[in-house]
C-alpha cells in the first residue's frame, strides 16, 4: 500500500510538472525535461507493481474461497452420507424387528396347538434371545449382551422417538428373557 502511495505521488508530481509547463508554455531543457519523465515514468511503474500485487492479492482471495467451497461442499457430502447410513440401520434395524416378529408369530401359532404353559414361555424367551434349540447360561449371557448392545435406546437416541419406543420395548423383552433364563439355569 505503501509503494502505490509512493508511486502516486511521482505519478502526480510528473503530471503536475507537465501541467505547469503547459500553463506557462515553457518546457524545460536538459535536466529538468529528464526529471519529468523521471517521475511520471516511476509513478506509472509504481502503480503498475502496485496493480500487480492487487490483482495477485486478489487471485488468492479467489483460491481460498474455492478451497472454503470444496471442504464446505466435503461436509455437505459428509452429512449426507450419514444420514444414509442412519436411514439404512433404521431400516435394517425394521426388518429385524419384523422378522423377529414374524418368527414369534409363527413359533406362538405352531405351539398353540402342541404344547401350552411353562414349554412356550420358554420359547418365547429363547426366541427374544435368538438362541439354538440347545444353549447354556453362557451361550444366553453371550446373547444378551450382544443384543442389548444393539437395542439399547442409548444406542439408538439419533434415530428418532418411534425407533426409541421400539429399543425401549425390545430391551425390556430382552431383560425379561435374560431373567427368566437366569432363573432357569439356576433351579436346573
Known sequence: MCRTLAAAFLLFLGAF???????IRAWPS?????LIIFFTGMGLHGLNAGWNE?????????????????QEQAQREQAQREQAQREQAQREQAQREQAQREQAQRGRDG????????????????????LSEVFTLEDVRRQYKDLISIYHPDKVSNLGAKII????????????AYDYFREYFKCN
Open 111 to 130: 405351539r398353540a396347538q402342541r404344547t401350552s404353559g411353562r414349554v412356550s414361555i420358554f420359547e418365547d424367551h429363547r426366541l427374544v434371545l435368538e
Open 30 to 34: 536538459g535536466f529538468g525535461f529528464l
Open 165 to 176: 419406543e421400539v429399543a425401549e420395548e425390545h430391551t425390556k423383552k430382552l431383560n425379561a
Open 17 to 23: 510538472s507537465i501541467y505547469l509547463c503547459a500553463a
Open 54 to 70: 492487487f490483482v495477485s492479492a486478489r487471485e488468492v482471495v479467489k483460491k481460498l474461497n474455492r478451497e472454503q467451497a470444496k
